[in-house]
């Protein structure tokens, strides 16, 4: 995809925040897409750039603990406008072409932001659901974005997940019982929750991609989060129907791969 189509994209989904109320998620969803904006540009002008360091600067209101609710609301609100104002200015100067020419290697990666092949696989402790889901995956001839086993290339933890992460097309989040938690002051037995890094990243590719391109993979028995609706749940059930059940989400978002290997 081309930085100014990506760019447009990128415009279309802010334009959505916001739209009836805002809400927490939409802090969220917000920086997601200033990073995608960012990573373009920083592709597409070079990183240390005007465009880029104007996108660093846009302020949003979460964390003005002392500020009311209406003037957090009324800071976003601008920071949104603020955001398409510099994605606008951007797709006109691409458009110009009068910007400096970027190197090779640069023009190559902002011409190939999105990996429509790529899902991103969210895990924690159990190697074994990681493996499983991953070898599946590859199987239907989709690439598998696993962090840790992909070249660190220098990149801090963040910076390599945010990398990745805008150029996945699809995520997958395991959430398996890796750690126990009891509620504070209950006698009610120790409950199984997925390791918190999960919890984040589904986040991350919640307010990114969409309800429509996250998908939710669980162990019988581990908590869910109850503050995230309307994502697909998926039982990693022992028979293997979560299989045909992925597949189908795969499908719906769009993501082409090989049918004729479901039923191996």
């Not at 334009?15 to 597409?44: H, P």
């Not at 955001?83 to 290697?105: C, F, G, N, V």
């Not at 999105?114 to 074994?128: K, M, W």
């Not at 938690?181 to 929750?193: G, V």
Request: overall charge negative; some cysteine.
């Amino acid at each position: 995809m081309k930085p100014a189509d990506y760019l447009k994209q990128l415009k279309s989904e802010l334009e959505t925040i916001g739209l009836e109320f805002f809400g927490e998620s939409d802090y969220i969803k917000f920086e997601n897409l200033r990073q995608k904006v960012a990573m373009c540009l920083k592709s597409t002008f070079g990183a240390e750039s005007n465009e880029v360091s104007r996108v660093y600067n846009i302020v949003t209101g979460e964390k003005r603990y002392k500020a009311t609710k209406a003037q957090k609301e009324d800071l976003l609100w601008r920071a949104i406008e603020n955001l398409k104002t510099e994605i606008e200015a951007s797709i006109d100067y691409i458009a110009m072409d009068t910007h400096q020419k970027r190197p090779a290697e640069a023009s190559s990666s902002a011409a190939s932001l999105i990996d429509t092949d790529a899902v991103f696989v969210i895990h924690g402790a159990s190697d074994g659901a990681k493996n499983e889901v991953a070898r599946f995956i590859e199987k239907l001839d989709l690439r598998v974005v696993i962090l840790h086993e992909e070249a660190n290339r220098g990149l801090t933890i963040l910076e390599k997940f945010e990398s990745h992460a805008i150029r996945s097309n699809f995520a997958v989040a395991l959430l398996t019982g890796d750690d126990q938690f009891a509620p504070k002051a209950s006698a009610a037995p120790a409950l199984l929750r997925a390791r918190q890094n999960v919890v984040f990243e589904l986040g991350f590719f919640f307010g990114s991609l969409g309800r429509s391109r996250t998908a939710v993979l669980y162990e019988r028995g581990v908590e869910l989060p109850s503050d995230v609706h309307g994502l697909v749940y998926i039982e990693l059930d022992k028979s293997g129907a979560w299989k045909l059940l992925l597949a189908k989400e795969f499908r719906a978002a769009g993501l082409r791969f090989n049918n004729d290997r479901l039923t191996e």
